[in-house]
Nanobody, 119 residues
């Protein structure tokens, strides 16, 4: 059974940093493309960042470029999202997701972790 469990969310002031972690089980994370998404209250879920299965490429939403970094620790089957220079508009529930490299849609999702940035 595949599980993704996020942690690391919390309350931070504008300009602060947080590091989100996503511990995976039931899959070999090095063979999956992994991503982070977020959903703010009253808004649809949106893409934040992705890391290709072979680490050949990363992709970021324009709103987080230069501030967020996605990474993976294959030995720990963990995916991380380092978030710096946080803004109030980054407030959302953050979800990690994984998909096999030949699939277009993400097939596994975590339960989410809340990030709140105060002004």
């Amino acid at each position: 059974q595949v599980q993704l469990v996020e942690s690391g969310g919390g309350l931070v002031h504008t300009g602060g940093s947080l590091r989100l972690s996503c511990v995976t089980s039931g899959l070999t994370v090095s063979t999956y493309t992994v991503g982070w998404f977020r959903q703010a209250p009253g808004k649809e879920r949106e893409f934040v960042a992705a890391l290709w299965w072979n680490d050949s490429n990363t992709n970021y939403a324009d709103s987080v470029k230069g501030r967020f970094t996605i990474s993976r620790d294959n030995a720990k089957n963990t995916v991380c999202l380092q978030m710096n220079s946080l803004k109030p508009e980054d407030t959302a529930v953050y979800y990690c997701a994984a998909r096999r490299r030949y699939l277009a849609k993400y097939e596994h999702w975590g339960q989410g972790t809340q990030v709140t940035v105060s002004s």
